[in-house]
């Protein structure tokens, strides 16, 4: 519940963290727009940019507006308009009413997957609360893969830590394209004399106490004494030790709790 609850603050807080320095938008293929000429209605259409970026538009034909803002595109149409001979003076607006080609893919333990458009400035934590937050399965740590100028790049985000902390400007900026994955939460198992035996979540600096204690607690037959942890290495390779009530405990690890011999 506690780890729900910080999710849920994360993402209201992401929602109030949109810099208004942001990026720009630009438009691409797929996107629909609706434009006008001021004094001229007979003008006004509405239309979706192609595959190569171009869009028609009435008395000038196909305009190049891939890659362009919607102030560039308005300045570019009407411009030709101007020079084409068909109005003196042309003030064009641009409305995008689907941002196709803005469109960030939100994966993996969020309770709403799927691709969302993109349509002002937003970050990590915004797309994440779009996407029905973080589901009960999922961790607190969160890949960002994005693709600038030709180069992919991941970056692994902890949202839970920059909520904690208030440290909103860790959080990223995202952009058409990017893709947001929620991992699974961390699982560990716990095995032998307790009352629930099987995987659990790894909390936050947890303890082989706080995991035994969340399966259950022993049974009438356990015992704390003996207990053992069985961890992977570097190598990959299992290894068996003792373990102490206090030692932390990590993703994967295995745990026995012996039963009592007297």
């Known amino acids: 519940m506690k780890h729900i609850i910080g999710l849920v603050i994360a993402a209201v807080l992401g929602l109030q963290a949109c810099a208004a320095g942001a990026a720009v938008l630009v438009l691409g293929p797929g996107d629909v727009v609706k434009a006008s000429v001021y004094g001229n209605p007979d003008l006004a259409i509405e239309t979706r940019i192609s595959d190569s970026g171009t869009m028609t538009f009435p008395l000038v034909g196909e ?33 995008v009413t689907s941002f196709a080609s803005q469109q960030v893919s939100v994966l993996g333990q969020v309770n709403r997957p799927g691709r969302y458009p993109v349509d002002g400035p ?41 909520v ?57 037959r ?23 009530l206090e030692d932390a405990v990590q993703a994967d690890d295995v745990i026995t709790v012996r039963e009592s011999w007297f």
């Not at 149409?77 to 064009?92: S, T």
């Not at 035996?197 to 947890?206: I, S």
């Not at 990959?236 to 003792?242: D, K, L, W, Y």
């Open 63 to 95: 305009v190049q507006v891939g890659g362009l803002t919607t102030q560039q595109a308005e300045q570019k149409i009407g411009g030709l308009l101007q020079k084409n001979g068909v109005l003196k003076i042309a003030q064009v607006n641009l409305l």
């Open 122 to 162: 937003r970050t990590v934590l915004d797309m994440l609360a779009v996407a029905g937050g973080v589901g009960p399965e999922g961790g607190d740590m969160v890949g960002l893969v994005r693709n600038r100028n030709g180069v992919a790049t991941r970056e692994t985000i902890d949202v839970v830590d920059i």
């Open 164 to 220: 904690r902390k208030g440290e909103l400007n860790r959080d990223y900026e995202v952009s058409g394209g990017d893709i947001i994955f929620v991992e699974r939460a961390p699982r560990a198992y716990v095995m032998g004399e307790v009352q629930r035996p099987g995987p659990l979540r790894v909390e936050r600096a947890m303890t082989v106490q706080q995991a035994i204690a969340a399966s259950g607690g022993l049974t009438q």
């Open 222 to 244: 356990g015992t704390q004494r003996g207990l053992r942890i069985t961890r992977r290495d570097a190598t990959g390779a299992s290894r068996t030790s003792e373990a102490k």
